[in-house]
Nanobody, 118 residues
Framework: VQLVESGGGLVQPGGSLSLSCTTS????????MRWYRQAPGKERELVATISFAGGYQDYADSVKGRFTISGNNAKNVVYLQMNDLKPEDTAIYYC????????????WGQGTQVTVSS
């Protein structure tokens, strides 16, 4: 299984970015996908979760109403649409997958940098 993020970059406060996580070898109907982020000097934090089998999405309070997680099973890609970006959203964003097999397995992407600055 491989996860490859793309779409990061530099954006001004109030702007938007869309991140993509392209996967290979991952059964979406038996996996939970998440986006995490890690800012300099801070711990990695969970940003958003999507379960295709369970049909739900969940978000950190800090991004609710601004970020949207979605996915396309046929294209093997998960998205994170980020609107109204703030400087505090600056971080490396990581795609994560938890596949339920069995056995349960976890996978991480390499990360993509998002910088929000004027």
């Amino acid at each position: 299984v491989q996860l490859v993020e793309s779409g990061g970059g530099l954006v001004q406060p109030g702007g938007s970015l869309s991140l993509s996580c392209t996967t290979s070898g991952l059964p979406y109907n038996r996996a939970v996908m998440r986006w995490y982020r890690q800012a300099p000097g801070k711990e990695r934090e969970l940003v958003a979760t999507i379960s295709f089998a369970g049909g739900y999405q969940d978000y950190a309070d800090s991004v609710k109403g601004r970020f949207t997680i979605s996915g396309n099973n046929a294209k093997n890609v998960v998205y994170l649409q980020m609107n109204d970006l703030k400087p505090e959203d600056t971080a490396i964003y990581y795609c994560y997958a938890r596949a339920f097999g069995p056995p349960v397995s976890e996978y991480w992407g390499q990360g993509t940098q998002v910088t929000v600055s004027s």
